[in-house]
């Protein structure tokens, strides 16, 4: 198929848009579908990660929120971007939108990853205090199975491990 | 600096990895931000240069000159067709080049380091390794951001881990991608199968040049989606464990078409190795698709006569930007497919 735009080159993108039934088709060499790009998703240049995440976002109303409560401007008190502006874009302004914003996120992060909370690398100097949190709640866990278990001696153990790290946390 | 526009095979490019005949290269991405400072898209011109000059310090930080001599490249020094081809390199993205506002890349001596500096966050360390190496490239991008760590205050959050621009790379800012060459399954139709087996378990898979684009050359990309809730190594093991498969689905691919359509290939592979030697107009399509099966004809020892390296370098070399770089001015589109087809010619007879 030739490119339906320049009529020489074959056209190696195809792209069929259906609004409210009303279908349009297109048939576009790379150069050519470079150049409509911001029009036709999908193509090279066009269609970023970023539409696709505010088209997931602008779904949020219909999942059961408050209308009303849509209605509030939620605002990043650092950067000043709301949060109807994130959505539009994609993409957080700063690191503390994720605070502002934090009443709204559980839902979008699940949808994206399946999941909201991190568990991976914790930075050495700035979350040193994180790592021992971290260590105290797989502890607590493994005590808790100990003490099921009326391993009693091993809990012993890992009831002072937990003392010792919590001593740690308060001298950070 | 002129030695990371001119040649088109980073040195890094140049060893053999494992897996090399399907693995083309791996690569790790790490996504960070400084805290204080708006993410680069809200940053005012003052912001973002502050934010270049604290991150361009950590070049001379000992623990990372140990690693290689770094050199920075601020992209406002560049020109266009220099920074054109500095991302068909992939040493940095298109977006680094188009959009960024004192954007600036810090490359290690082979290039296999490149750091960027305000693209879409503040800070993004990419190691590319030869071959399968995703394990080996994510310990040293580890190293680095450790550097990077203790001279900088990182934007991290508890919950959140490291705190990034976009959604899709909150937590643990990784993207750790592999790129496959998959000429006999995508010949033997098994590909459509197989990616979207892919695309199920939390991979994606992308064209040779990074989002949107259709696979050029039999040439695959994947990578991780997820960066929140999974450990760096799940993540990377995760990738691993699916590439490996691939790869033997290829392996099991190539070696059936060797006994069942040997005839075919040694058709299909020296037609192409005709045409790369013969050609004088070739296009970028044409020429992808001919270099894939002259490499496929070199690793099933089909073709004797042109070397791995050959075939990388004009993967890359036979890309708009470099041609241009090695026309030295720029070219038409006509004129772009006589001097890929001269350039071609050139390499693989000699």
Known sequence: MICQECGEKPATLHFTKIVNGEKTEFHLCESCAREKGDSIPGAPNGFSIHNLLSGILEFEPAMGQNIKQQKKVIRCENCGLTYSQFRKIGRFGCSSCYNHFSGQLDPLLKRVHGNSVHVGKIPIKSGGKIQFKRQIKDLKKELQSKIDHEEFEEAARLRDEIRDLEQKISEV | ?350
Request: net charge negative; proline share 3%.
């Open chain 2, 1 to 350: 600096m002129e030695r990371f526009i001119e040649d088109a095979l980073s040195e890094w490019m140049k060893g053999e990895g494992p897996d090399s005949d399907i693995v083309i290269s791996s690569r790790i991405r790490l996504a960070r931000n400084l805290t204080n400072y708006p993410f680069p898209m809200l940053a005012t011109n003052q912001q973002s240069e502050q934010v270049l000059g604290k991150v361009s310090d950590v070049i001379h930080a000992e623990d990372l000159k140990m690693l290689s001599h770094f050199e920075r490249i601020p992209l406002s020094e560049i020109n266009e067709l220099e920074s054109k081809v500095l991302v068909e390199k992939h040493l940095i993205s298109p977006n680094l080049a188009e959009e960024s506002r004192n954007g600036a890349v810090i490359l290690s001596e082979n290039e296999s380091i490149s750091i960027m500096i305000n693209e879409e966050d503040h800070i993004r360390i990419q190691c590319l390794f030869p071959g399968f190496q995703i394990n080996e490239a994510y310990e040293l991008a580890n190293q680095i951001d450790d550097i990077f760590e203790e001279k900088l205050n990182y934007a991290f959050d508890e919950k959140r881990g490291y705190l990034t621009s976009c959604p899709t790379n909150v937590g643990t800012g990784i993207r750790a991608s592999v790129m496959l060459h998959l000429p006999a399954l995508v010949l033997t139709q098994q590909i459509n199968r197989i990616l979207t087996a892919v695309s199920q378990v939390g991979l994606a898979v992308r064209g040779l040049y990074g989002e949107g684009s259709e696979s050029l050359g039999n040439l695959f990309q994947i990578s991780n989606q997820i960066t929140l809730g999974q450990s760096e190594s799940e993540i990377i093991h995760n990738l691993y464990s699916v590439v490996k498969q691939i790869i033997e689905h290829e392996r099991s691919a190539r070696a059936k078409m060797l006994t069942e359509s040997r005839t075919f290939l040694i058709d299909r592979v020296n037609r192409s190795y005709g045409t790369l030697s013969y050609a004088a107009i070739m296009d970028s399509k044409e020429a992808a698709q001919r270099l894939s099966d002259v490499r496929l004809g070199i690793d099933l020892e089909l073709i004797s006569n042109v070397s791995a390296n050959v075939l990388n370098e004009l993967m890359i070399m036979t890309q708009p930007g470099f041609l241009q770089q090695y026309a030295g001015k720029k070219l038409s589109t006509n004129e772009r497919d006589v001097t890929r087809a001269d350039m071609i010619r050139e390499r693989i007879t000699t």
